[in-house]
């Protein structure tokens, strides 16, 4: 078996290139196979893996078929790595952890099964971008949970990554998958919704709950996800502060206030003067920080009012202003992506992802004129805490100037924690891509080293990031579970492993 990250010499990747051809021709057209040699350039300038080749399935029937087909080998020789959309910007894109992968394109797979509006589940495949999903939603009772990614990402894809939306983690939307096992196999995990009967948004049957076995995992291939939608308020606002770094600690004790009184609603972001550059703004200095209120026109407005007799007696705010995301444009691209994400309309962000790479959303991996790099520490919504990693991250900053833009979002979730999602942006030219990766690795290591660990991985530290150790026991269940529910490691070889 080939182990991770070991390149095939040309012989055996051609043997295997042919094997592999012979199996997929038995199931599909020949014109949903492609043959490159790698699938190319992607916007983290990661190393492009060989891969044997691409498929592009039509439906969970051929899913099905050649994942058994496959299977039927059982000597590990051959082995698959499914993508949605592909658009993991930052973290691969559409790269597999190890070479000599046939890449399952499963974008083909983009139906909307099920759109039930009144108990607010959809079930969506995995080529269904959030943007499709939210246009059905429209002038309905019921949004999506929408992140501030491109329009054109995929619902499943994201929410298998364990993505994070603008009122919510996307894993607490889900509720339901569908799963191609690595036998062929097809499985329903958690809550699956029947066609005849209305399903309550709630992901668990009696007994141990397998649904998130296969989230941000190697251990089957999802085919589709049912989802919970967000019910649509009668009236929101979003609340916009602005504030000095030198006044980052009291401002988040202010936060936790509000957001402990029920006064904030859904994800607060808090962009940073180089998250705003790394985002295609002006930058500037100190930090904006962006609350939703929603509710009744009655209930907003009694809101709104009380954080505005808050913010005036506080003095830890520079400036507030309350702006309506039906109407209001933003004062720059990323204002207006998050002020149309609280919507659940994702829009917006295609303009900001154009912005940041001076191209159109689908062509950011072939034609970027930047590129992008994360690490994505989880927080606790702390003064010390926040401040701490702060302090590090600006460190980082100066140090990486000019070469790369490192700016920090802090998404704090309704639970009291923070995504921190910190954000390289730097020249496609060979030198600042072996800057920002050697960044990338200083991060890993020095976050880690002070106990902000990631809650998601990009495919190179999906290895072993610097610092990083899994509890053994975790470890020993995943390995057991990965010997019998896929034996051969056919799939997804080397993921979050």
Not at 391 to 407: D, S, T, Y
């Amino acid at each position: 078996m080939t182990a991770v990250g070991d390149e095939l010499d040309q012989d055996g990747h051609d043997e295997l290139g042919r094997l592999a051809i012979e199996i997929l021709h038995r199931t599909v057209r020949p014109e949903q196979i492609r043959l490159p040699s790698d699938v190319g350039r992607n916007s983290g300038a990661f190393r492009s893996r060989r891969i044997l080749a691409m498929v592009r399935p039509a439906d969970v029937t051929e899913v099905r078929a050649l994942v058994a087909d496959l299977a039927r080998l059982g000597d590990g020789r051959l082995h698959l790595h499914p993508v949605s959309s592909g658009r993991n910007w930052g973290f691969g894109s559409a790269e597999p952890v190890s070479d000599g992968a046939i890449v399952l394109d499963m974008s083909g797979l983009a139906t909307i099964r099920l759109l039930d509006i009144e108990t607010g589940v959809a079930v969506v495949e995995p080529g269904v971008s959030q943007g499709e999903l939210a246009a059905r939603l429209r002038d309905t009772d019921h949004f999506l949970n929408v992140t501030a990614s491109s329009a054109t990402t995929s619902v499943v894809g994201n929410t298998l990554d364990r993505g994070i939306g603008l009122h919510r983690q996307r894993t607490d939307d889900l509720i339901g998958l569908e799963v191609v096992l690595a036998d062929g196999t097809v499985a329903h995990v958690g809550r699956w919704p029947r066609p005849d009967v209305a399903t309550a948004p709630y992901a668990f049957q009696p007994g141990p709950n397998a649904l998130h076995l296969f989230t941000q995992s190697n251990l089957g291939v999802v085919t589709a996800a049912a989802v919970r939608l967000l019910p649509r308020p009668r009236a929101r606002r979003v609340v916009r502060l602005s504030f000095d770094a030198a006044r980052l600690a009291d401002a988040i004790d202010r936060l936790r206030t509000f957001q402990a009184n029920g006064l904030t609603s859904g994800i607060i972001k808090i962009f940073s003067a180089g998250a705003q550059a790394a985002y295609g703004g002006e930058g500037g200095t100190g930090y904006y920080a962006y609350l939703h209120v929603r509710g009744t026109e009655a209930l907003v407005a009694a809101t709104v009012d009380e954080l505005g007799k808050a913010v005036v007696e506080d003095g830890v705010f520079a400036d507030s202003r309350v702006l309506d995301p039906e109407v209001d444009p933003g004062e720059s691209v990323a204002e207006r992506a998050a002020l149309r994400g609280y919507l659940g309309d994702p829009d917006a962000n295609d303009a900001m992802v154009s912005g940041i790479f001076g191209t159109p959303a689908d062509q950011v991996d072939s034609a970027g004129a930047d590129g992008w790099l994360f690490c994505v520490p989880v927080v606790p919504f702390t003064a010390t805490a926040i401040t701490s990693v702060s302090r590090l991250l600006n460190e980082q900053a100066r140090q990486a100037a000019p070469h790369i833009v490192l700016g920090h979002t802090l998404n704090v979730l309704p639970d009291g924690w923070v995504d921190a999602v910190v954000s390289m942006r730097f020249a496609r030219t060979p030198a600042d891509e072996t800057r920002a990766h050697e960044l990338l690795d200083t991060l890993h290591e020095r976050l880690a080293a002070s106990g902000f660990h990631p809650y998601r991985l990009d495919i190179e530290h999906m290895r072993g990031a610097p610092g990083l150790r899994g509890d053994p026991g975790q470890e020993e269940i995943l390995r057991r579970l990965k010997a019998v529910l896929d034996p051969s490691a056919l799939i997804s070889r080397g993921r979050y492993e």
